[in-house]
């Protein structure tokens, strides 16, 4: 069965990782200082405004080695979210793809060269459902704002959520469940597509839209263990 790779293996692999120098430079003039909690949040909020400032926080993360140890987890973020930029305007995409160039940040470059020289749409086609490729469409809707990509998540809900015999499957379904009930809270955009979407059964919709994301996960926990008591998973 296919699976979903890491996208710090694709990273890592394909373009190397490397480390970067920390850096004092006034990066363009621009006010880019950011905590790394706060750069995560201005990621998953960046489908609202597309602020090109998002760069500039990008290289000021890349810069300061403060953050070292979490760059492979930012990098398997960028890797899709540039991907997303890419397919929603290419522009804009090289637009930071030559500001990248010009602060030589290798590692970001390694990105940039990865989305570039692969299909990553195809990449993307064959991989089976899984919780992972759930967060890939999640990052890939909040660089785009797209609807197509939580349609992703919408379709493994119906295809899986009573699945009995495949727990990665249960799985997909019942992380599409919580990450949708979760964003629905903080993204009006995300609620009201929940609500009016074609593809869910209206007792699901309300199912998601009414449960606290806390007890969908409570629930999967709980059918999982009952599952593994008789000897399915």
């Not at 890592?12 to 909690?37: H, M, R, Y």
């Not at 929603?88 to 470059?109: A, M």
Request: charged share 20%; net charge negative; with cysteine.
């Amino acid at each position: 069965m296919k699976r979903t790779i890491s996208i710090l293996a694709v990273v890592c692999v394909l373009a190397g990782c490397a480390g970067v120098p920390k850096s004092s430079d006034n990066i363009s003039g621009k006010s880019s200082e950011v905590t790394f909690e706060e750069y995560e949040e201005h990621l998953m909020r960046y489908f609202l405004n597309k602020n090109d400032l998002i760069i500039y926080e990008t290289i000021s993360i890349y810069r300061n080695n403060d953050y070292a140890e979490m760059l492979e987890q930012v990098d398997s973020i960028l890797l899709f979210f540039f991907y997303g930029i890419k397919t929603d305007d290419i522009t804009r995409y090289n637009n930071f793809r030559e500001i990248v160039k010009t602060h030589n940040l290798q590692r970001l470059i390694n990105i940039f060269d990865i989305i570039d020289n692969n299909d990553i749409a195809l990449f993307l086609e064959q991989q089976e459902p899984s919780p992972d490729l759930n967060d890939v469409y999640w990052t890939l809707y909040f660089s785009t704002g797209d609807i197509q990509y939580i349609d992703h998540l919408l379709i493994y809900i119906t295809r899986y959520h009573n699945e009995t015999e495949n727990v990665n499957l249960y799985l997909t379904a019942r992380s599409a469940m919580w990450s949708i009930a979760s964003n629905a809270m903080t993204y009006s955009q995300v609620k009201e597509y929940a609500a009016n979407n074609g593809i869910l059964t209206n007792e699901l919709k309300g199912y998601i839209l009414n449960t606290d994301p806390n007890r969908i996960q409570s629930e999967t926990v709980q059918f999982i263990r009952q599952q593994r008591e008789k000897g399915i998973w």
